[in-house]
């Protein structure tokens, strides 16, 4: 009886911190003894991922009807100079309608994050890419657009996210940090759009530990 209360109370509890379609609005409070503070839908990195994971993927979304994107960088270690490879991000995005819209036969797990998401490994460049199409706000809201990011690191135990890639030319991205302000996780989220033929291109890059809660010490410690 107290294991099932307990179950409803926590499926209430991820009812407040997901809008429609699984719209992630909130994150929770922090998990102690977790590197960066745990995260509502990061562990869903692990739903359906590959086996083997390149440096560029192709999210399902690239083949499909919207504003074609493509996103690529250098994940940097703790001091911000070294590429640090073999560090896996994963990312999940709407679609070009404002949707987490599931597909057929997709993970049932991962289906609030609606099917286009997707993988990268760094290489031993620390470099990624990711070909992608630009996500649409979510429906009559002012939020802007956004590619939700959750990082592993091959020697920490677990994933944490970082800043959300926010556009740098979205109409509603000023008066969102005015009352939303960027945690700079990993370093700024927001990235400069830039446009080649019917392709846009973004630059992210991110700094392992910046700004994450509990990231080891020994990490931030010159040698």
């Known amino acids: 009886m107290k294991r099932f209360i307990f179950c409803k109370m926590l499926l209430f509890a991820c009812s407040l911190l997901t809008g429609c379609n699984g719209q992630i609005t909130k994150r929770p409070l922090t998990q102690k003894g977790v590197v960066g503070g745990g995260c509502d839908g990061c562990e869903l990195m692990y739903a359906g991922m590959p086996q083997k994971i390149s440096s560029t993927g192709t999210s399902p979304g690239w083949n499909e009807k919207g504003q074609k994107l493509l996103v690529s960088g250098t994940v940097f270690q703790v001091d911000g100079k070294t590429p640090a490879p073999d560090v896996i991000i994963y990312y999940w995005q709407t679609d070009n309608n404002g949707y987490y819209s599931p597909a057929t036969g997709m993970n049932k797990e991962a289906k609030r994050h609606g099917h286009i998401r997707g993988w990268v490994k760094t290489d031993t460049n620390g470099k990624y890419t990711i070909r992608t199409i630009r ?14 990011l959750s990082i592993k690191e091959p020697d920490i135990a677990n994933e944490y996210y970082t800043d959300e890639i926010n556009f740098d030319d979205d109409k509603f991205l000023l ?14 989220g927001v990235v400069k759009v830039l446009r080649k033929d019917s392709l846009q291109i973004a630059e992210h890059n991110i700094i392992l530990g910046l700004n994450i809660p509990g990231y080891p010490e020994k990490r931030n410690q010159k040698p």
């Open 135 to 148: 996500p649409a706000p979510y429906p009559g809201e002012a939020t802007p657009a956004h590619i939700h």
């Open 175 to 188: 008066t969102h940090l005015k009352k939303y302000p960027q945690q700079k996780r990993g370093g700024s």
